[in-house]
C-alpha cells in the first residue's frame, strides 16, 4: 500500500490503557493513528513513546465531552490528513462508586453518559462524513458485557452482583449508537461495531483484571480492519458476538 493510500486512524482516550495499545497494534499494521487526549502533556509523551517505536502517530487535543473540541479535532485532521477511515471511541469513566440504581445520583449518571454516549455519537456524526467521502469507514465502539442488558436481566449472571448502574447504563446506550448506525450506514462500506475487551489490567480495570491491556486491544483491533462486506451492527468479545 503506498503512502497515499495508507489508511487514517482516530482512537480516542489513546494515552493510556485499552485506547494506547489499541493505538499501538494499529500502528504497528502500517496504519497512520491520531491519538486522541484531553490533556496535551500526557498526548505528546503518549505520541513519542510511540513514534520511539517507528510509528506513524500523531496527536490531537481532543476532550469527548466538549463538541467544539470534538469538531476542532475533526476539521484539523481533514486539513492535515484529508481523510479518515477508523474511528475508535474508546474513552470511558466509570464514576459510580459503590451505589446502586435506585441511589445514584443526577450528575454522576450526566457526566457518564456526557462522556461514554454523546461524545462517541457526536464523533460518529462528525467523523461519518469524511468516512463517505472516502468510501471506506470502520467504527468501533468500546462498550462492556456489563453494558448487555442480557446479563443486566439474569439474576444468575456472573455481573449480577456488579452495581456501576451510571456505567451500565450508559454501555447500553452505546450499544444502542451502534446499532442505530450500522443501519444507516450500511450501503457506505461503513462498518460499525461494539467491543467488549474483556476484563483489562487498567486504571479502569483494576490491578485483579487478568488482561493485559494488549490482550483487550484484540477485538477492537480486529473490527477496525475487517475487510469490506465484513458484520456490521454486533457487539464482540473474543472476536466473537455476544448477546445485547
Ligand atoms: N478495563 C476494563 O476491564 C474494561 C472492560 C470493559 C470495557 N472497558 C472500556 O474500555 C475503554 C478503555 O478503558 P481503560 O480500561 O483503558 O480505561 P482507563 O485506563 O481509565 O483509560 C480511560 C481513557 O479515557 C480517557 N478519557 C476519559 N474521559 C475523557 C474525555 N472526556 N475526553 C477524552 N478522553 C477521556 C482517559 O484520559 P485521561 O488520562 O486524561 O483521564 C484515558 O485515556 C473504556 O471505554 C472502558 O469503559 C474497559
Known sequence: MSDHDKRVALVTGANRGIGYATSRRLGEQNITVILGTRDSNKGEAACSRLQGEGLDVHFELLDVTAEKSIKAAIESIR????????????AGIMIDGEVDAQNVDQETIQETLQTNVMGPLLLCQHCIPLMKAGGYGRIVN???TLGSLTE???PRSEYAGVRTPAYRLSKAALNCVTTLLAKEVRDDNILVNSACPGWVRTDMGGAQAPLTPEQGADTPVWLTTLPDGGPTGGFYRERTLIPW
Open 152 to 154: 443486566m436481566a439474569d
Open 142 to 144: 468500546m462498550t462492556s
Open 79 to 90: 486539513a492535515q490528513f484529508g481523510r479518515l477511515d477508523i474511528l475508535v471511541n474508546n
